[in-house]
């Protein structure tokens, strides 16, 4: 592995850094260099399931509300592009098409992620990645090509270990900067620009791509899930404004007035340093995204391995008739990292976390109604996780209330750990019954979790998909589409044009008001 450390540090006086030596500068060149290296064939098979799960996820959410305004938001151009929604057998425009297609893969927060210092969720950048392959005919290896160079950027900005990455959420700013920044080079790399191209492409993306965290604060709506959508336009403009040869910010990162100075910690610190991790195209594996992990249940990745926990301490529990007599738990502690605690935990003194009426985006970042839920249905769906009756509120919110989060050294250094093979977002969970008896276990990883109990294979992709779509997508189609992702390699820019997914008629509602569009 002849990976190097690139060190990222805020000019003294603006204009003193060589553009070589700027991180965009050398993300560009990685990007670039890929074109002409062989590519890793565990990656590119995993890109592929990457493909699968987002067609799954976006289906699945296809008649949300966000989902249905982002799609509608596209209609005004149908007919005037190449690009495709799942769902539809209209082609539209690449922008339109790749927003509304990366809203409705965020939106059951059921995609991949990748946590180090900084959280994300890597695959947001394959939608614009498939609508403007799509738009411009490349090859399906070209296509497969961007996806492997998004995922390497954009876990190497989150932080690839040994204090590697860009914290951004310690600043209160969202993770759209780095989702800018990998689909930017993604795309480059996809259409072969050159260095100089790209290196204005990474620029202008990362420079329009801040945006703060209150998405995910009070009342919350559909913001978070706009994210990736916005995050798609900003990327394919700033890639299209390069390839015309117009120059982006720089340098983003490094300037005086740059990200770093103005947001992160350069802000507080003139000497704050940043380190990243990048391989050498032609000599490292491109294979960043084999660290990455895929989500089974549509919950924050915090509560993953949480979730499989609740469900087999479920089976240990008092049972009264075909479920859990919930009356005999009197309190149940889980033993956690401080993000797991303070986030989405009690911790977060969030009322709205422990109320079963708060919406399916407040409800699917709060652990103790995973837990809840878990142990008294003993599943955690994607729909009827959140599809709750009067009567199952209620006791929700009795079983909510008993339930309490608590920050341990162990969990917090798991977390923490550099080393992929220890790192772990897990806890330990106590459950005490009314006559005094204690249930406990752990879990460090999520069963579906490269390194956990049952690792994700093609087949549960497969599964996924399946059960995401069933009553909207037939046997065949489903096949078909499989077909042509396994074929992609080979894939011309006619038949890439057409893989979409395709619901049965009259399956997929339109918004009520079509609004300004």
Request: charged share 25%; hydrophobic share 40%.
């Amino acid at each position: 592995m002849t990976a190097t450390i690139h060190t990222v540090a805020v000019e003294k006086a603006s204009g003193e850094l060589a553009r070589e030596q700027q991180l965009a500068w050398k993300l560009a060149e990685l990007a670039t260099r890929a074109k002409d290296a062989p590519q890793d064939d565990e990656a590119v098979a995993m890109a592929k399931n990457r493909i699968i799960d987002n067609a799954a996820i976006a289906l699945g959410a296809a008649n949300e509300t966000a989902v249905k305004v982002a799609r509608a938001d596209a209609l005004a151009s149908q007919g005037t592009g190449s690009a495709t929604i799942w769902g539809l057998t209209e082609k539209f425009a690449p922008v339109p098409a790749a927003f509304a297609n990366a809203v409705a893969v965020r939106f059951l927060d059921n995609d991949d992620c990748y946590l180090a210092a900084e959280y994300s969720h890597p695959d947001d950048n394959i939608s614009p990645i498939i609508a403007v392959g799509q738009q411009l005919g490349v090859s399906g290896a070209d296509m497969l090509r961007g996806v492997v160079v998004a995922y390497e950027v954009h876990v190497a900005l989150v932080g690839t270990g040994d204090g590697t990455g860009i914290c951004l959420h310690k600043h209160k700013v969202d993770h759209m900067t780095h989702i800018a920044a990998g689909t930017a080079a993604g795309l480059s790399s996809m259409l072969g620009l050159t260095t100089e191209q790209t290196y204005h492409a990474i620029n202008f993306a990362v420079h329009n791509a801040i945006s703060s965290r209150q998405s995910r604060k009070g009342d919350i709506g559909a913001q978070k899930e706009f994210v990736p959508g916005f995050s798609a336009e900003i990327s394919i403009k700033a890639v299209h404004h390069a390839m015309h040869g117009l120059k982006g910010p720089n340098p983003v990162y490094e300037g005086v007035d740059s990200i770093i100075r103005r947001f992160l910690n350069g802000r507080d610190d003139d000497s704050a340093v940043y380190k990243i991790e990048l391989a050498e195209p032609g000599v490292d594996a491109l294979a960043n995204i084999m660290k990455t992990y895929p989500k089974q249940h549509a919950f924050e990745y915090q509560g993953q391995a949480i979730i499989d926990l609740a469900l087999q301490l479920r089976d240990q529990l008092p049972k009264q008739g075909d479920g859990i007599d919930l009356d005999q738990i009197e309190k149940i502690v889980l033993e956690t990292s401080h993000h797991t605690h303070h986030v989405i935990g009690t911790d977060a003194n969030d009322p709205q976390k422990i109320d079963p009426d708060s919406p399916r985006g407040t409800l699917d970042h709060s652990i103790m109604f995973a837990i809840a839920r878990c142990i008294q249905t003993g599943e955690f769906h994607k729909d009827r996780a959140y599809q709750m009756t009067a009567s199952e509120k209620d006791e929700l919110r009795a079983l909510m209330a008993r339930i309490e989060t608590q920050f341990d050294q162990r969990w917090e250094d798991l977390y923490h750990d550099q080393d992929p093979n220890v790192q772990a977002y897990g806890g330990r969970m106590i459950v005490t019954l009314a006559d005094g008896t204690e249930v406990a276990d752990e879990k460090t990883r999520a069963n579906a979790h490269p390194g956990g109990d049952t690792p994700w294979q093609r087949a549960d992709y497969e599964a996924k998909l399946a059960d995401y779509t069933k009553d909207l997508v037939s046997d065949n189609e489903r096949a078909r589409f499989i077909a042509a992702v396994n074929d992609m390699d080979s894939l011309s820019g006619d038949a890439l044009a057409e893989i979409n997914l395709i619901v049965d008629a009259g399956t997929l509602d339109t918004p009520a008001t079509r609004g300004i569009y």
